[in-house]
């Protein structure tokens, strides 16, 4: 048997600072509506297609990329495809590397894998994966990192929102059924990652986008994250990819050591993993096949080279404070490199009170960077933002509301938008909604610096840092 040991010289903790160096001055957009469609941010272009709007239930109407399936099985392939051909293209590329963006996240539902998703109750639109091919290859020519963010899970795994591609309030991702099937996702998506030339830009993978805050609501989601990391650790052993402050091994026989699909199937039984996470491995494998024939990657998947160049893919969770009530830490999974992202929006609320001032307070003594440190959880990145506010707004505000954020979000490892831009249309009242939800108009109208590690006032903070207000969190 060929032996496989992951594992480098550097202790852990030299491991964690060499990661944590490399993981600093992330300047991003979410690539959000594009694969994985909000009609809130595109309201016209929803109607067009043949969406609906719901005023207060998005169950009530087709307001979702399920319900729009659901709605029209005939057509909805076409329709997305025309939609994923011209949200994002080369042209916006260009734009966001001229802006200095360095990183883009990429929201995902687990439907871009579309043998995951069970016809018999389940609708979707296929024909994503081609584009993310693309668009992936776009961003690696133009040098710009991704992060493939599972923002839709199996089973759905927040109610009431458009985000995870099926409004309801049954929600089952926390069930043994649904887990598999995201684990599944994420050792195929790891497997493109390395193997997938088109895949080059990707150096991380979130594992869920925004599970329920309340953690007895979320039971398995600790045993998942420690699922998800091995998962991703077992391809990238299979593969010979040296896995930082690791002591996993796999063992994989000269006969397959030639074809990753071979081997992965193999290793599926090794027993140095949980039953759990072995499933997921040999169920990927089929789909794999499926996925190299469609696209003419069946010599780069059967006849893979080990000991491959690329480092190992850094882990991604929302952090342990996102939830309250016991919930477990995503840092009790992390084997190599990981890295975590907290998402702050004023505008929904309970952050600080309706006013200039009290936000500026609220954001220019943000503690969320050093209380995740304490417990484990950095390098963090803020994955999700934006100058949205529950108040109307001044010009002279959104100057000050950008330079704050990008300064407290970037003493961690960064910073991500949400979202690279919105629908400007008589829907979203011209250009009200772009104005403070994209970023490419926030350039435009000068909120946001065209360097993004510039500052219009580095001070603005100082006159608001050590003040008191009526904070609700910080």
């Given at each position: 048997m060929r032996h496989i040991l992951a594992g480098l010289v550097l202790s852990g903790t030299l491991a964690a600072r060499a990661w944590a160096a490399q993981l600093t001055n992330i300047h991003g957009v979410n690539l959000g509506s594009w694969l994985l469609l909000e009609p809130w941010m595109l309201p016209q272009e929803w109607l067009d297609m043949g969406g609906q709007s719901c005023a207060n239930d998005c169950s009530s109407c087709i307001s979702t990329e399920s319900s729009f399936a659901k709605a029209y099985p005939d057509t909805v392939d076409t329709t997305f495809a025309k939609h994923w051909d011209t949200w994002f293209t080369q042209d916006h590329v260009n734009t966001?590397?001229?802006?200095?963006?360095?990183?883009?996240?990429?929201?995902?539902?687990?439907?871009?894998?579309?043998?995951?998703?069970?016809?018999?109750?389940?609708?979707?639109?296929?024909?994503?994966?081609?584009?993310l091919r693309r668009g992936l290859g776009w961003l690696q020519d133009a040098g710009i990192q991704a992060i493939l963010d599972h923002h839709a899970l199996p089973g759905v795994q927040t109610a009431g929102q458009m985000f995870t591609g099926n409004c309801t309030s049954d929600v089952q991702f926390y069930t043994?059924?649904?887990?598999?099937?995201a684990l599944v996702w994420t050792a195929v998506m790891t497997a493109l990652s390395h193997l997938d030339p088109t895949f080059g830009s990707v150096f991380a993978i979130e594992a869920i986008n925004e599970p329920i805050m309340n953690a007895t609501l979320t039971p398995g989601y600790g045993n998942f994250q420690k699922n998800f990391v091995q998962v991703i650790r077992a391809v990238e052993l299979i593969l010979g990819i040296f896995v930082p402050s690791s002591s996993l091994s796999v063992s994989v026989s000269p006969s397959v050591s030639n074809n990753f699909t071979a081997a992965l199937s193999a290793t599926s039984s090794e027993t140095t993993f949980p039953v759990e996470v072995q499933t997921a491995l040999s169920e990927a494998v089929p789909i794999l096949l499926e996925i190299g024939v469609a696209f003419d990657l069946q010599t780069i998947f059967e006849a893979s080279p080990f000991h491959q160049s690329r480092p190992p893919l850094v882990t991604n969770f929302m952090d342990v404070n996102w939830q309250y009530d016991n919930p477990s830490n995503p840092a009790d999974a992390a084997i190599g490199p990981q890295a975590y992202d907290n998402h702050l929006y004023y505008s929904?609320?309970?952050?600080?009170?309706?006013?200039?001032?009290?936000?500026?307070?609220?954001?220019?003594?943000?503690?969320?960077?050093?209380?995740?440190?304490?417990?484990?959880?950095?390098p963090l990145w803020f994955g999700e933002w934006g100058l949205s506010t529950q108040f109307n707004a001044t010009d002279e505000f959104l100057y000050k509301w950008?330079?704050?954020?990008?300064?407290?979000?970037?003493?961690?490892a960064g910073w991500i938008y949400?979202?690279?831009?919105?629908?400007?249309?008589?829907?979203?009242?011209?250009?009200?909604?772009?104005?403070?939800?994209?970023?490419?108009?926030?350039?435009?109208?000068?909120?946001?610096?065209?360097?993004?590690?510039?500052?219009?006032?580095p001070d603005v903070c100082g006159p608001y840092i050590n003040s008191t207000t009526n904070s609700a969190s910080s």
């Amino acid at each position: 048997m060929r032996h496989i040991l992951a594992g480098l010289v550097l202790s852990g903790t030299l491991a964690a600072r060499a990661w944590a160096a490399q993981l600093t001055n992330i300047h991003g957009v979410n690539l959000g509506s594009w694969l994985l469609l909000e009609p809130w941010m595109l309201p016209q272009e929803w109607l067009d297609m043949g969406g609906q709007s719901c005023a207060n239930d998005c169950s009530s109407c087709i307001s979702t990329e399920s319900s729009f399936a659901k709605a029209y099985p005939d057509t909805v392939d076409t329709t997305f495809a025309k939609h994923w051909d011209t949200w994002f293209t080369q042209d916006h590329v260009n734009t966001l590397k001229a802006a200095g963006i360095n990183t883009v996240r990429v929201p995902l539902g687990y439907w871009i894998v579309e043998a995951l998703v069970d016809r018999s109750h389940e609708s979707y639109p296929r024909g994503g994966l081609e584009y993310l091919r693309r668009g992936l290859g776009w961003l690696q020519d133009a040098g710009i990192q991704a992060i493939l963010d599972h923002h839709a899970l199996p089973g759905v795994q927040t109610a009431g929102q458009m985000f995870t591609g099926n409004c309801t309030s049954d929600v089952q991702f926390y069930t043994p059924y649904n887990y598999h099937r995201a684990l599944v996702w994420t050792a195929v998506m790891t497997a493109l990652s390395h193997l997938d030339p088109t895949f080059g830009s990707v150096f991380a993978i979130e594992a869920i986008n925004e599970p329920i805050m309340n953690a007895t609501l979320t039971p398995g989601y600790g045993n998942f994250q420690k699922n998800f990391v091995q998962v991703i650790r077992a391809v990238e052993l299979i593969l010979g990819i040296f896995v930082p402050s690791s002591s996993l091994s796999v063992s994989v026989s000269p006969s397959v050591s030639n074809n990753f699909t071979a081997a992965l199937s193999a290793t599926s039984s090794e027993t140095t993993f949980p039953v759990e996470v072995q499933t997921a491995l040999s169920e990927a494998v089929p789909i794999l096949l499926e996925i190299g024939v469609a696209f003419d990657l069946q010599t780069i998947f059967e006849a893979s080279p080990f000991h491959q160049s690329r480092p190992p893919l850094v882990t991604n969770f929302m952090d342990v404070n996102w939830q309250y009530d016991n919930p477990s830490n995503p840092a009790d999974a992390a084997i190599g490199p990981q890295a975590y992202d907290n998402h702050l929006y004023y505008s929904f609320g309970g952050v600080a009170a309706a006013d200039p001032r009290s936000y500026l307070i609220s954001i220019c003594n943000l503690t969320r960077i050093q209380a995740d440190a304490a417990v484990g959880n950095s390098p963090l990145w803020f994955g999700e933002w934006g100058l949205s506010t529950q108040f109307n707004a001044t010009d002279e505000f959104l100057y000050k509301w950008a330079d704050a954020q990008k300064l407290a979000y970037s003493k961690g490892a960064g910073w991500i938008y949400w979202n690279f831009k919105t629908e400007i249309s008589t829907l979203t009242n011209g250009s009200a909604l772009a104005r403070q939800w994209s970023y490419l108009e926030g350039l435009k109208l000068g909120f946001l610096t065209q360097d993004p590690a510039a500052y219009h006032d580095p001070d603005v903070c100082g006159p608001y840092i050590n003040s008191t207000t009526n904070s609700a969190s910080s």
